[in-house]
């Protein structure tokens, strides 16, 4: 009989101590499943920052944005509630192969998410409204400069009324969107000048009423970069547009 009592103590230390074996695995695992996404959004942010350097940080949520971040962020829940669930658990042999497959697919998932988010569609793009940013632009921008330094007054005119004026760079992994507008009223003469020196020193081809695409003579650029002279004969207002958009 004390043999049994003794064997049976054994058993049970046994089982205690795998038991307590299991759960500090659990407590690893589910610790390791909170911690990367922090680490994967902090990297990317880095990543993205140094590869982009926007000259004018502008961030832009999306829906497309938000569904990424809860992504990323399903392996950070799942840790947690494991964490607090792990006290109650029974079957931890069950529980400790279960968890490590989930929080390894949601690792994994959640890096996923973050390779999207900060690089194929990152949130962080480039913008200003500011007139006194004109045709200032960001470095990898820099290259279209013949284009639209031919295309763009040099400055905006003297005599303008009622200036706008917008530029936006967005860069992908995939992709690239830039787009460089500017707006404004001019007298009467300067208007019909203006849209004299477009005709002579370059390609017209009326797009649809009051809007010219316009084709730069002696420029090379890439097909995808486009150039549109919008006026408005009422108001004697123009509007120069300059867009680009790349996709791999």
Known sequence: MQNLKEKDLLTRSKEVLWASNVKKILRHVYRVSIGLPVIFLVLGIIVMWAANLPKYPYLEIQVNHVLMLVYV???????????????????????????????????????????????????????????????????????????YEAFFPSSVPEHSDKVSYMYKCQNGLLSQEITIKASWQLPQDEYIASKEIMKQEHQVEEQSDHNWKVTLKGVRYPEKANLNMIYDDETHTITYLFTVDKNI
Do not use: C
């Open 73 to 147: 962020a399903l392996p950070m829940l799942a840790g947690a509630w494991g964490l607090q669930s792990l006290e109650r658990a029974k079957h931890y042999t069950a529980r400790l192969i279960g968890s490590i497959l989930v929080q390894a697919f949601l690792i994994f998932f959640s890096l996923l998410s973050a390779v999207i988010l900060f690089m194929i569609m990152p949130p962080i793009e480039s913008m200003t409204k500011d007139v006194d940013n004109y045709l200032v632009v960001d470095s990898d921008v820099e290259r279209f400069r013949p284009v």
